[in-house]
């Protein structure tokens, strides 16, 4: 299943540089992603808050070069190998020797060709956390409290309708209204990054 697209009018909008509130979004919906990504890596913390802002420059820098039909891809991916790309200097500019064999070398060596598919398919994955995460952020201050509730819970952590009726005080019904209407908003913040 193919997953959302970062919408094209984002892109656009970053590669002007005084669009503050266009890379605020970039930077929201993709720092935690890079940073995870270089966390997963073994990359240090605050490394890994350097590679995130190496990467946004490197954007920054390439994004009006950016054509999905000539890189074959889509931004996601584009923006993967970058990061990948950046990752990979780091741990080689590290004072550990190049041919020492210790097990970060042999890791790199490795994910150059094994691991490319399935650290990509990792990005994509975190990329939806990331949308999920953002879209329940912007949907939450739209509903009151029992209302999200009843979302939250029966939709994300798995509890049961019933059980979550009984202690809201409402009807299962409710519940059930409560969670489409809730998903519907969800849906549409989601779709938001589609355009």
Known sequence: MLGPETRRSL?????????????????????????????????????????????????????????????????????????????????????????????RMMQLLHEQAAAESQSATWFDLEYRREIFTWAAQKSREHFADDTWQAFWRTGVEGEGIEQVAADLGKSPGAVRVARCRVLAKLKEYAQHMDQ
């Open 11 to 103: 892109l656009v909008q970053i590669q002007d540089t005084s669009q503050q509130a266009a890379w605020q979004e970039f930077a929201t919906i993709y720092g935690p992603l890079v940073y995870r990504l270089a966390r997963n890596r073994g990359i240090q913390h605050a490394d890994a808050e350097d590679l995130v802002q190496d990467v946004f420059a490197t954007v920054q820098g390439a994004i009006d070069r950016f054509d999905p039909a000539a890189d074959k891809g889509s931004f996601r991916g584009w923006l993967f190998r970058i990061a990948r790309n950046l990752m990979i200097n780091f741990l080689t500019r590290q004072k550990e020797p190049r041919g020492s064999g210790d097990t």
